[in-house]
């Protein structure tokens, strides 16, 4: 029996490309070998990640200019990997804290020796809000602004693209990508660890801008390197290919339910009637400003916090599962990420109510 | 009908392991979840990495004073995180370099602002041969002493491990880990990408002598971190869940057959096999010197060299795949990886003895 899987990531994935990578795992394309057994460098294999990059390029209409990487190390990775690729030390960019994930990204560029200006810090509503859309001013002289669309832990999203005129916007899309329609264009880079809407653990998508390429720091490893990356297309070393693979899977469940467009209203839906049902209850809330909650993860606490124990235990064993908040934050969070149907959510909000019902 | 995977990488696994991971794939421990849907910090996978850890202990043997890394990057990132780990800009190392992965470990080493000595460079031999067990000096003063103990391109293996003195030796085992018994007390690290023996691309080992900790460069990438990771139970990150999932599967897979020294038994009887055939053919050969052969990575090259696309299409055919020669190299090249059983090796010379009789 399948549960509701609330996990933050990894997460639920669709039963239909799990059941097509069950079904093939032992004998892929007829080949008679596992698509874990096949050289990247083989035939089959090269066409498979032509095929999901030809795909993610579609789903996410991505415009011509920009290069797909399928690398490793983790939107983490990303977090050396981007002032590597883009500066020179002593640049000056530009950061925007709202929560934990970018504070990380943060930390990492100046032990990367960058000069960063906090453009933004939401540490006065204690990270439950983003920053009004006019409310930062931009250096023009950055190297780059950098931005988390959605934190993943504090459950707050930016509802708007910030603007940054001519300076390249990076942003991490680990929680974000896939759930929606992107404008690239906006973006000088979008960086994102699959392990959310995008497949496995391991695999990290990198989305960049052409003229962003070739200005990589003496001494940037290899595997990170933009440039080279492009150039050996994401073959520079052996990727991780069932990734690469798993996420072509996924790609075709996207396409096949709609795109991305389809994929927003199943998820603005789910979120609706989530945060719906919080709003309207005095036994849970929601910590996070309207206008900047997650559709991707929703943290909610209960009036009675000593129950929080027994509210995730019980919800496993009504097969809801990964309830627990992140150990930063307590409370309870559910991860509604595209694999997660609208039945899931419903599920829940019945279960929150038997709860309630039963302890309030 | 599975077939003969002769590949170099991803290579060949165990169809028991992957029987495994089919069968659960859609339910792993009865969770309703995927192993590849769970959080890395869940209990259930939590558990599944301190396993996965203590059968790879357990299975090489492992002494008190080691640390054992699951990464990212293969061993390619490693090329650049040894550095980065383990020495200031400037130290002095010393390498052997015997074909292709040494000399790209080599390079990137020195992008790494190191001053590397080449202690023996077997240039001379077309990289055809390991120096003598006497055939080089070490610089005690080296921060360390790398090598490849085997060149899976070339299919040359050291069939001793250089005496250091105490210059930690580090070795990358990409293709060597699990073969065989290794004391790993004479090494200061080993590191492995796992798409060999071990599983999935994208998972990369790294066991490494404590005293080794704590010496990274600023600005090392906090997922390379070695000590940062040692600290975090290599969960820093998100780590390749999968890959560690897989790895335990096979790891138990090479348990049960009776261990490192079975696996011994068994991959010296494949390849004792396959160099005696050669060895007593007028029409295929190997160019490897004797003392030098790698049990893992056999190339071969026939007479008419016209027909080596014919030789592997036919193979193909057969049910012999991935046997043609890397690119630089070309001829024909059979990896064979734990996961081979000899009954493949067979078949293979079999087929080889039926193409020489049809064209020779």
Chains 1, 2 share one sequence.
């Not at 906090?118 to 509503?125: G, N």
């Not at 490893?221 to 990734?243: C, H, K, R, V």
């Amino acid at each position: 029996m399948r549960v509701y899987n609330f996990s933050a990531g990894p997460a639920m994935l669709p039963i239909d490309a799990l059941n097509v990578a069950q079904s093939e795992l032992t004998d892929w394309q007829s080949s008679g070998m596992s698509v874990l057994e096949v050289s990247h460098r083989s035939k089959g294999f090269v066409a498979c990640a032509a095929e999901t990059e030809a795909l993610l390029r579609q789903v996410m209409n991505i415009p011509e200019g920009y290069r797909v990487l399928f690398l490793q190390g983790g939107a983490t990775g990303q977090f050396d990997a981007i002032p590597l690729n883009l500066t020179a030390p002593g640049a000056k960019v530009d950061f925007f804290k709202t929560g934990q994930w970018s504070t990380k990204a943060i930390k990492a560029a100046q032990a990367q020796q960058l000069d960063v200006t906090v453009v933004a810090d939401r540490a006065e509503s204690n990270y439950t809000d983003t920053p009004a859309a006019d409310g930062f001013t931009i250096d023009s002289d950055a190297a780059y602004v950098h931005y988390t669309p959605n934190e993943t832990i504090g459950g707050v999203e930016f509802s708007y693209i910030p603007q940054t005129g001519e300076v390249p916007l990076v942003a991490d899309m680990s929680s974000t990508i896939l759930s929606r329609p992107i404008d690239v264009s906006r973006y000088g880079l979008i960086y994102a660890g699959a392990q959310k809407n995008m497949g496995p653990s391991g695999l990290c998508v990198v989305i960049v801008r052409e003229d962003l390429l070739g200005h990589a720091r003496p001494g940037t490893p290899s595997i990170w390197n933009y440039q080279a990356m492009a150039e050996a297309d994401s073959m520079l070393n052996t990727p991780p290919t069932f990734g690469i693979y798993l996420l072509g899977l996924i790609l075709k469940w996207v396409k096949d339910l709609g795109g991305l467009s389809a994929m927003a209203e199943r998820n603005q839906a789910k979120a609706s009637a989530l945060y719906g049902y919080l709003d309207a209850s005095d036994y849970y809330r929601n910590p996070v400003a309207i206008d900047s909650r997650s559709w991707m993860n929703v943290p909610f606490l209960q009036a009675n916090a000593d129950l929080d124990k027994a509210f995730v235990e019980q919800a496993t064993a009504a097969g809801l599962t990964n309830l627990g908040g992140h150990r930063s934050v307590g409370g309870m969070r559910a991860s509604i990420y595209n694999a997660m149907p609208l039945e899931g959510v419903q599920a829940l909000i019945d279960f929150m109510t038997d709860f309630e019902t039963r302890n309030g």
